[in-house]
């Protein structure tokens, strides 16, 4: 009798895992998911992940640089679970590889998931371990978040900084540290009263895992099964993880810092929806406090972050509670208006409020241009009432509803101010204008899809209104939908060919799709209309210099720093532009101007003594 061949059954599982490596990489997790369980059934000892028989699997979440993510069925409770899988991970008891993970349940319960169970796919041989936690229904990760609502706006992303801070504060001053910060780290889910609510995941498992700079060394030395993927997803890591985490010992051991660190990164990245490496101070919301916080959070040295989350908390939450309508409105125009009415009100106002009271409450019309005259003098909470005297008289009053709305925005009462747009318009639902600030609100709370709507309502009844159009094609850019704001953009232009902001942020969305060439020829129209634009003239060298176009680029950059000469990033980049060019002495002087704005700025100082050593000089 002849010995049976097993060969073909073990190639055939090892064919069907590579697949599913290759496909889990590429996000096809659908295909990759039928691959893995060809694998698993041709193979089970080698192949399954996880305890499929308690956990059968339904989908493939997502797989990064630790492991893969699966959503599991509960075979006994019958219920929805997420099971991490790792690709690699430390060996010993499966309780004490586990153990702070499971801890975090007590530590931070209000910003984790609750941790279900635990063990080893291969328990005798400890490999492949796995990780189950509850499943959050509606809740969507950070990269999720800004694919399908784009990036934070200012109120929602002061509160998820808020409770990420805190979450790493239970942690830390318990002894533990997460390590892997990043937006793909952190479920969001908006609840019934707008409100969203910050989960973390992944906590302590980065220390289950191999370590990142492990992981990186270990794809020079060696190719495993594993290399491909995670390489690829090592280095988005790798935006998130601080020097000291990247094996640079210069920087020392990590430590609380690189959570510190890791928060920065991830807020620019909510808030800016920029990858973080290439966020600037005017992509992040018009708050000094803010920027400069996360900027701080984000310095190279360890020493030169604030001290620990709590720290970050302390500087969040007057941020959060201010009142202070400067700090919290996000436009220069509406900044400008309230100052403007601020101004007003004081040359105005005798300080007798009692005159325009009028004698018969239900005078609707004495309340009604009380009401107005109070709006004109700034004075906006007294107009609301006002207002609300007309409409205990008169409900169906278009107007009063429409210019409560209008006041309610200029506070900040943002979801009050849509209320009342919403009751205006129940009443003439084809008054464009309505449509059309009702949208530009709805922007201002980050809910684009919905400021789309009421921006088509208003073009539907007004197809000519160029700010209807202008405005729209930023909410979609805020989306990231950039080819779809693109043509918003052009509609506007159509309309109002000299308008340079649409001119400009045109050549932003051209620029996001790596269409350099179509961006500068935006930019240049831009600065025809307004000369004296630094954003224009920074981002077109900045896209010449996308298109290796050095030279051009450097006497962009030359324009912005005529314009404004203190800006760190146009001499820095502009020293990088030089360096390219083989003039490194020039180089240098670019980087000496942007250190003497940011003197402790790393990448600075570290490309300076690159451009000394090319010189042949050894630097200080």
Aim: some cysteine.
């Amino acid at each position: 009798m002849s010995k049976r061949n097993n060969r073909p059954t073990a190639d055939s599982a090892l064919a069907a895992y590579n697949l599913f490596q290759l496909r889990v990489r590429r996000g096809d997790y659908e295909q990759a998911l039928t691959d893995l369980q060809a694998a698993i059934n041709n193979d089970p000892l080698r192949y399954t992940r996880h305890d499929i028989n308690k956990y059968p699997i339904e989908r493939i979440l997502g797989a990064g640089g630790m492991g893969v993510v699966f959503l599991c069925q509960h075979k006994l409770r019958k219920q929805r679970v997420v099971v991490k899988c790792f690709w690699e991970s430390r060996q010993g008891p499966a309780e004490q590889v586990f153990k702070e993970a499971f801890a975090m349940a007590e530590i931070a319960k209000d910003y984790v998931p609750m941790p279900l169970d635990y063990g080893y796919a291969d328990p005798i041989q400890q490999q492949r371990a796995f990780f189950v936690t509850e499943y959050l229904d509606g809740a969507i990760d950070g990269e999720t978040w800004l694919k399908q609502y784009g990036k934070l706006n200012l109120a929602d992303g002061l509160q998820v900084a808020w409770q990420i801070a805190n979450g790493l504060q239970a942690a830390l001053a318990a002894g533990i540290l997460h390590l892997d910060l990043k937006p793909a780290n952190i479920l969001l889910k908006r609840g019934s009263n707008h409100a969203i609510t910050v989960k973390i995941i992944d906590f302590c498992l980065a220390q289950v895992a191999t370590p990142l700079q492990q992981q990186a060394a270990s794809q020079q030395a060696s190719r495993t099964q594993y290399s491909l993927l995670v390489g690829q997803a090592v280095f988005g890591t790798f935006d998130y993880g601080c020097p000291e985490q990247q094996g640079l010992e210069q920087y020392g051991k990590p430590g609380v810092q690189c959570e510190v660190f890791g928060f920065g990164q991830t807020m620019k990245r909510l808030f800016s929806g920029k990858q973080p490496r290439h966020c600037r101070e005017r992509d992040l919301p018009n708050m000094s406090a803010l920027r400069d916080l996360l900027f701080e959070c984000t310095e190279v040295m360890p020493t030169n972050r604030p001290a620990s989350a709590r720290a970050v908390i302390n500087v969040l939450e007057p941020l959060i509670k201010t009142g202070d309508q400067a700090e919290l409105l996000e436009t220069d125009e509406q900044l400008e208006a309230v100052k403007a009415e601020e101004k007003t009100m004081k040359s105005i106002n005798t300080g007798d409020d009692n005159k325009a009271e009028p004698v018969n409450a239900d005078d609707y019309l004495t309340w009604f241009e009380k009401g107005n005259e109070l709006y004109r003098l700034g004075q906006f909470e007294q107009a609301i009432e006002s207002y609300d005297k007309v409409l205990q008289v008169k409900p169906d009053d278009f107007d009063a509803w429409y210019i409560r709305g209008f006041v309610l925005g200029n506070l900040g009462r943002y979801e009050q101010a849509i209320e009342s747009y919403d009751k205006a318009l129940q009443i003439k639902p084809d008054y464009h204008n309505a449509w059309y600030i009702r949208g530009f609100v709805l922007g201002n709370l980050g809910r684009y899809e919905q400021a789309i709507e009421s921006y088509d309502k208003a073009l539907q009844i007004k197809p000519d209104d160029h700010k209807a159009w202008y405005n729209r094609g930023n909410a979609l850019d805020d989306l990231g939908r950039h080819e779809q704001a693109i043509e918003s953009y052009d509609k506007a232009l159509q309309i109002k060919p000299d308008d340079h902001k649409a001119w400009y942020n045109r050549g932003s969305a051209l620029d996001d799709l790596g269409r350099y060439e179509q961006a500068i020829e935006s930019y240049d129209k831009a600065l025809q209309i307004k000369p004296d634009d630094f954003d224009a003239w920074y981002n077109r060298g900045s896209a010449l210099d996308d298109l290796g176009r050095y030279e051009q680029a450097i006497e962009s950059y030359d324009k912005a720093l005529q314009i404004e000469p203190d800006d760190f990033d146009a001499w820095y980049n502009r020293g990088n532009a030089l360096d390219d060019l083989g003039c490194h002495e020039q180089a240098i002087k670019s980087y000496d101007k942007a250190l003497q704005i940011k003197p402790n700025d790393e990448l600075a100082r570290n490309n300076r003594k690159l451009a000394l050593k090319k010189l042949g000089n050894n630097p200080n």
